[in-house]
């Protein structure tokens, strides 16, 4: 069998002839896209509300990423892992962009958030702001979520966000200004919208 | 940041302190490693997936290094009896295992996992007749944890394979089904690669069922197939 004669070969994907210059295949699957995984899941989490649908999306996304890994040019594969996440959820798990009835399952991030001198009143109120976001987050319709979720949660730039869901930059800048002035509204008096709103 | 006066945090504060940044499940961290490494190394050494024209250029030209290498060894004399000990070394079931669990991760691509895509078996079943000479036994085994998912034809070591696939959580089992050869008996369950293979024989009928998962689970698998699946149908 040829794998077994093919150890003693060099390795001949990082020769010049055989890759375009850039090529990530360089660096290999593993160390190029496999850092992002938990940022796939983060969105796929979100995008398709449950933990065992975004499991199965990212494992969707990571066979299709290997299919078209010689495509990808240059190191930072976070967008473009995530533009395939994002693709896997929309085609596969039904993510309904018009009409999604189930609201997004949060899991409670739990203590290690709470700072030690917080008092219990303190505590008490910062746990009902997150309830109070969650549902207002929930309400947004899913376009301007994905782009509040990838911008706030995953730091991403704009120009990331236009390439990851496939829209110009100033669809994108208009998504998020309409989303924050959403949560505003519905989160007037429980947070602080300073000029933004 | 909050503000100084009111103590209310601002938006991005509260939406990141609300919605949590996750982190990957273990078992999908685990699994995606494999497949990367695996991946990686084939994509040095032997790009089998070779997705695009290039790669598998490449590998014709490694190829063609072998065979050359291979010729002027046969004719120094010796290097061919090495070789027919290396493949002496391997008995017909190990080469049957890693050719099924080559065929297993090839069925993972894109587009290659099945043919006829049902969890209902009397669609499944149907669709190999006509198309390969056994009647393998269909069963949904969603109740016990291993959802039907589809059928396929395959070819595994130069004879076609009614191909059925299963779902176990994250994981896909492949079930190669084939009118038993001769002088081919069962053995024991083996890893090869990672990736489990498990083998036994009902009637006239060989059953292979490769998959990532832990071989406790194929086990769990076969016992769960054979409790449905009987008698053993052939035609």
């Known amino acids: 069998m040829m794998r077994r004669s093919a150890s003693v070969e060099p390795p001949i994907a990082t020769d010049a002839t055989t890759l375009a210059p850039g090529h990530a295949g360089e660096r290999g699957f593993e160390r190029v896209v496999l850092p992002h995984l938990s940022a796939g899941f983060t969105l796929a989490r979100y995008l398709t509300g449950n933990a065992q649908d975004a499991e199965d999306a990212v494992q969707d996304a990571v066979v299709r990423a290997m299919r078209y890994f010689h495509t990808l040019r240059g190191d930072d594969a976070r967008p473009w892992f995530l533009t395939i996440v994002r693709r896997v959820c929309l085609t596969t798990y039904s993510v309904d962009y018009h009409a999604r009835e189930s609201s997004i399952s949060v899991d409670e991030p739990s203590l290690q958030l709470i700072d030690s001198d917080e008092t219990p009143d303190m505590a008490l109120q910062r746990s009902l702001v997150r309830d109070r976001v969650r549902e207002a987050v929930d309400q947004l319709p899913p376009l301007l979520r994905e782009a509040i979720v990838l911008r706030e949660i995953q730091g991403c730039a704009y120009g990331e966000i236009a390439m990851i869901t496939d829209s110009p930059i100033g669809t994108v800048m208009s998504r998020l200004s309409r989303a924050r002035e959403r949560l505003g509204a519905l989160l007037h008096g429980v947070v602080d919208m300073g000029d933004v709103a | 940041m909050s503000d100084e006066t009111t103590g209310r945090p601002d938006l991005s504060t509260a939406l990141r302190d609300a919605l949590p940044a996750y982190e990957a499940p273990a078992a999908l961290s685990a699994w995606a490693t494999g497949q990367a490494r695996r991946y990686d190394m084939e994509s040095r050494g032997e790009p089998v997936r070779a997705p695009d024209g290039k790669r598998a250029r490449t590998f014709s030209v490694a ?119 001769p002088g081919e008996r069962a053995v024991a369950s083996t890893v090869r690669d990672g990736y489990a293979v498990l083998h036994w024989t009902t009637g006239d009928l060989s059953y292979w069922a490769v998959s990532d998962a832990a071989p406790a689970e194929l086990d769990a698998f076969r016992a769960a197939y054979l409790d449905e699946a009987s008698p053993p149908l052939s035609r």
């Open chain 2, 63 to 181: 190829r063609w290094q072998i065979a050359a290498a291979l010729l002027c060894a046969a004719a120094l004399g010796w290097a061919g009896a090495t070789l027919r000990t290396v493949t002496h070394g391997m008995s017909a079931s190990d080469q049957t295992a890693s050719a099924l669990v080559d065929t297993h991760i090839r069925s993972l691509l894109p587009g290659h996992l099945i043919d006829v895509q049902s969890s209902d078996r009397h669609t499944v079943k149907p669709w190999f007749a006509g198309r390969i000479d056994i009647s393998p036994p269909v069963m949904d085994l969603a109740s016990k944890g291993f959802p039907l998912i589809g059928g396929r034809l395959d070819y595994v070591q130069g004879h076609s394979a009614a191909a059925i696939v299963y779902g176990r959580r994250l994981h896909m089992i492949n079930l190669f089904v084939w009118r038993t050869i």
